[in-house]
């Protein structure tokens, strides 16, 4: 007989195989379909940032990106005569303090790779074509390309089918944004005369940006921009004879392209939903938000959504939270959502400025700004997505007088005990607290030994995703159990 499968995700892209790959963690059944008959070959995406590897590091499969990728420690922004700005990556307060440079085929490759071995296979060809939301479960109707079609009814369905979603169309939420008037061109190949090869270089030309992102020994993504463009009509692809007058013209000189894997042409759009679930339906990467891929942010937000919605589903699924604690995935990851759209839109704009007066006024400010190291630091923390937190979310609540070190909804720098197959709170605190908090919800709470930042003072409860959920002070246990208690099933 079939197994009775709790969640049907449509889309295996680097964000529905995260969210497989998490939820299978937890010993929930998944089945994951893909209309496409291979996963992506292209670079894609290609920053793994660290609070993503933070992450994976948690769940326990970080080191299958590891050896795949490249470290990179900052950023570089010159004119091609003068350097402008340096970001490092290297003093931010994360055990990976920089960013993985890993193509989407790979990192795809490695979620698929460790599916698999736990026994889940990408169902390829197969398209998710409709679905009608009954109340109690969701019915979908699967297609393959073979015409065969399939009904199959499951708990949950998750959207992780990209910018087209059929999700969010059978939602009938709208995408609001915007498809930016200027065109881009996009390479991939071999580059030589860029130096250091760990780093970002970003050239601030007065024709247009012109940026290089190091992919392996030699292998770089170029990007350029071509400013507004003349029509709707889509931009035909670059030739590689193109792509090097672009380096001849806008880089410090010598720069030599010899071969290309993929050159593209493509438009940026910003476009969000502004809910990313309705009943028993949720939408998370592309499918939820587009925007500009300025800042690399893209992959890294949407594997967040499947890293922030597994643990809630996880825990409503295996009947120890309410499902009330699944309103919180839309409210928090639309609230990053829009913090990542604006700030991938400000990069953006700065960066295509084309008035000669303007490019030199950001030139000067961008130029004094980064003079001051907090500037460069706290830049290089909203790069990483270390300055991601929930502050406004249901989830976060404040207790009687914690210390203003530890603030609720902030995320947690420090490695929590791994939960390998059960998402649980981190109590931390008083030895005789955090053992009476998970002797009394041990489904729901695990107890950690203090650590060398921690203020005695405080009664925390980190959530499974690694931010402080309760802060309290360390005397408040009734208030921890208070919050412990509004999420748990009686
Ligand atoms: C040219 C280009 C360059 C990019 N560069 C960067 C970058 O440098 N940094 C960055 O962060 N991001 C970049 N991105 C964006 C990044 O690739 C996306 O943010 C990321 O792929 C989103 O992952 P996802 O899993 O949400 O969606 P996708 O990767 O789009 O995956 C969605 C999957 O769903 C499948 N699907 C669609 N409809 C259905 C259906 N009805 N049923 C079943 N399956 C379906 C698709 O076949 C696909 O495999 C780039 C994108 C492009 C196109």
């Not at 295996?12 to 963690?25: K, M, Q, S």
């Not at 499969?61 to 004119?79: D, E, K, R």
């Amino acid at each position: 007989m079939a197994q009775n499968i709790k969640v049907l995700i449509a889309g295996a892209g680097p964000v529905g195989l995260t969210l497989a790959n998490e939820l299978v963690r937890y010993g929930i059944s998944v089945r994951i379909v893909d209309k496409a008959a291979a996963r992506t070959d292209k670079s894609k995406a290609l920053v793994l940032w660290s609070r993503t590897l933070e992450l994976f590091d948690h769940a326990g499969y970080v080191n299958g990106f590891l050896p795949a990728g490249m470290p990179a420690h900052g950023a570089i922004i010159s004119t091609g005569k003068e350097v402008i700005a340096r970001i490092s990556l290297d003093g931010i307060d994360s055990v990976y303090p920089y960013a993985l440079m890993i193509p989407q085929s790979d990192t795809e490759r490695v979620l698929e790779e460790r599916l698999a071995k736990h026994g889940v296979t990408v169902e390829r060809n197969v398209a998710l074509e409709s679905f009608v939301d009954q109340g109690a479960q969701v019915q979908s109707v699967l297609r393959k390309t073979t015409g065969e079609s399939e009904t199959l009814t499951t708990d949950w369905l998750i959207g992780c089918d990209g910018a087209h979603s059929a999700v969010r169309h059978g939602l009938g939420f709208t995408f609001d944004g915007t498809t930016q008037p200027s065109d881009w061109y996009l390479a991939d190949g071999h580059i030589t005369g860029l130096d250091p090869q760990d780093r970002l270089h970003i050239f601030w030309h007065k024709e247009g940006i012109l940026a290089f992102f190091p992919i392996s020994e030699g292998r770089w993504r170029v990007v350029a921009d071509l400013g507004p463009a003349p029509d709707n009509a889509h931009h035909a692809d670059p030739t590689l004879e193109e792509i090097q007058s672009l380096l001849t013209k806008r880089g410090s000189g010598g720069l030599v392209i010899k071969d290309a894997y993929w050159l593209a042409a493509f438009r940026i759009n910003e476009r969000k939903v502004s809910q990313y679930s309705r009943g028993r339906a949720f939408l998370a990467g592309d499918a939820a938000h587009i925007h500009s891929p300025a800042g690399g942010q893209g992959m890294n937000t949407g594997m967040q959504d499947a890293f922030n919605l597994a643990w809630k589903l996880s825990l409503v699924i295996g009947g120890v939270a309410k499902p009330s604690l699944l309103d919180s995935y839309s409210v928090e990851r639309s609230a990053v959502g829009d913090q990542v759209l604006s700030n991938a839109g400000h990069m953006t704009e700065v960066a295509i400025v084309r008035n000669p007066i303007a490019q030199g006024l950001r030139n000067a400010v961008v130029k004094f700004a980064f003079g001051f190291p907090q500037l460069g630091h706290a830049a290089a923390n909203t790069l990483a997505e270390l300055d991601i937190g929930y502050p406004d979310s249901p989830l976060t609540v404040k207790g009687a007088h914690h210390s203003k070190e530890t603030k609720a909804g902030k995320r947690w720098p420090d490695r929590l005990p791994p939960d390998t197959s059960q998402a649980r709170f981190t109590a931390i605190g008083p030895a005789d607290a955090v053992a009476g908090l998970a002797a009394k919800f041990p489904r729901l709470v695990q107890a950690a030994p203090t650590t060398d930042k921690l203020d005695s003072q405080n009664l925390l409860l980190v959530r499974p995703d690694g931010y402080v959920g309760f802060a309290g002070s360390a005397s408040d246990r009734a208030g921890a159990e208070a919050y412990l208690l509004a999420l748990a099933t009686p």
